[in-house]
């Protein structure tokens, strides 16, 4: 993905700073390229926990997500996300902000969580919760997992193609005569 303020790194790079005061036993990792990348890895020269995997594609991207506990998404002005359903789709819960296209993907789905936009405390009482729910053995998490994957089935190419064409149709596009 691209890594920019766009995408609010610069509020989870906040929130990470804040939560690794208190907790030790969780790390970040950020996938792709972009402008802000220099500055992020300059803001985390101290965090041994940060991890940078660049650009990955394929079989490659689709391991990563399957192997990271959570997908951090933390943008407020994306439309859809598309990297939210790719995560979902490696099984991995996406944490997600109350703005934008991304929660109507996780909300109501056992998927994931929806935080509000910028209110530090909820994501750092959700990242604490989210290691207690990984790590601390309590139930749930495997079927949160087994929630991502079944929720990233219903944006599939051909259930995208279908609600379009008839999105289409109900506009009196795309008509057959």
Request: glycine residues 10%.
């Amino acid at each position: 993905g691209r890594i920019s303020k766009e995408k609010d790194i610069p509020y989870l790079e906040d929130v990470w700073h804040e939560f690794h005061k208190n907790r030790n036993d969780a790390e970040l990792m950020f996938v792709g390229d972009g402008w802000y990348l220099q500055k992020l890895k300059e803001h985390f020269k101290d965090s041994p926990e940060v991890h940078y995997a660049g650009i990955r594609g394929g079989e490659e991207l689709a391991c990563l997500y399957a192997d990271a506990d959570y997908f951090v998404f933390p943008s407020a002005t994306d439309t859809f996300g598309n990297v939210v359903v790719e995560a979902l789709a490696s099984g991995t819960p996406a944490i997600v902000t109350d703005r934008g296209g991304p929660q109507d993907i996780v909300r109501g789905k056992d998927c994931g969580f929806v935080l509000p936009f910028h209110d530090k405390g909820a994501w750092l009482g959700q990242f604490a919760d989210c290691v207690e729910l990984q790590h601390g053995g309590k139930p749930g998490y495997a079927q949160m997992r087994e929630s991502a994957y079944r929720r990233s089935q219903d944006f599939t190419l051909e259930i995208s193609a279908s609600a379009q064409w008839k999105f289409f149709n109900s506009l009196g596009i795309g008509e057959k005569k």
